[in-house]
């Protein structure tokens, strides 16, 4: 079974829009730690925002908010009042406590911002 | 602080040869990771390193690749007898113990 799950392969959104990427996940190891990232056409990876899974409250980082519903195994990221530069693929990955905090990925989803 | 840097950032190879990608990660970090993605996937874990010491590897690395990091700071990712399969996009990142990564910019490989 996939680890991670990212359902939407591409989103559209309008310029100064919210907009929420899906992601969910599936483990057993009672910690373990969720994170998103941007992969614009560039290539290189940027780290956005992380969920523990011990945390009682949601992530934020200025726009990005990480949308945590642990009893559905969701970690949804929503970005706020997007911008032309958000266009990108956007990886939710998973860190279990056991693993030698390697991440696994999902298969990403490709936002694009329209104007 | 540099970031981490990867080379080089192009690689094109004829299959059967031997290639080598360097990595250096931002230089307090003890951890360093390598991971392959492949078109339209996301990032797969190859090995890991904390400090000099190879700790974990993936099946995913055959015993055509090897990975090294002589000092603890940077490390070398080598495929041997370079396979069309083998092209990827190789990326590294390092963290501070289990703090989040912070990835290269990849170097990309086209074997062909």
């Known amino acids: 079974a996939q680890k991670i799950t990212q359902t939407q392969p591409g989103m559209f959104v309008q310029e100064k829009e919210a907009v929420t990427l899906d992601c969910t996940y599936d483990t057993s190891d009672p910690s373990y730690g969720l994170f998103w990232y941007k992969q614009p056409s560039s290539g290189e990876m940027i780290f956005l925002i992380y969920?523990?899974?011990?945390?009682?409250q949601n992530a934020t980082e200025g726009r990005y908010s990480l949308n945590f519903q642990k009893a559905r195994k969701s970690a949804n990221l929503v970005i706020s009042a997007s911008q032309l530069g958000d266009s990108a693929m956007y990886f939710c990955?998973?860190?279990?406590?056991?693993?030698?905090?390697?991440?696994?990925f999902g298969k990403g989803t490709l936002l694009t911002v329209n104007p | 602080d540099t970031g981490v840097s990867q080379d080089p950032r192009h690689k094109i190879t004829k299959r059967g040869q031997n290639v080598t990608f360097r990595c250096d990660p931002i230089s307090e970090h003890n951890r360093l990771y390598w991971y392959r993605q492949t078109l339209g996937q996301g990032p797969e874990f190859l090995t890991y390193f904390q400090n000099e010491a190879q700790l974990e590897k993936s099946r995913l690395l055959s015993d055509r690749f090897s990975a090294e990091r002589p000092k603890g700071s940077f490390s070398t990712l080598e495929i041997q007898r370079t396979e069309q399969g083998d092209s990827a996009m190789y990326l590294c990142a390092s963290s501070l113990g289990g703090d989040e990564q912070f990835f290269g910019p990849g170097t990309r490989l086209t074997v062909l």
């Open positions: 969920q523990g899974s011990y945390d009682q």
């Open positions: 990955a998973m860190r279990e406590g056991g693993s030698n905090y390697k991440l696994t």
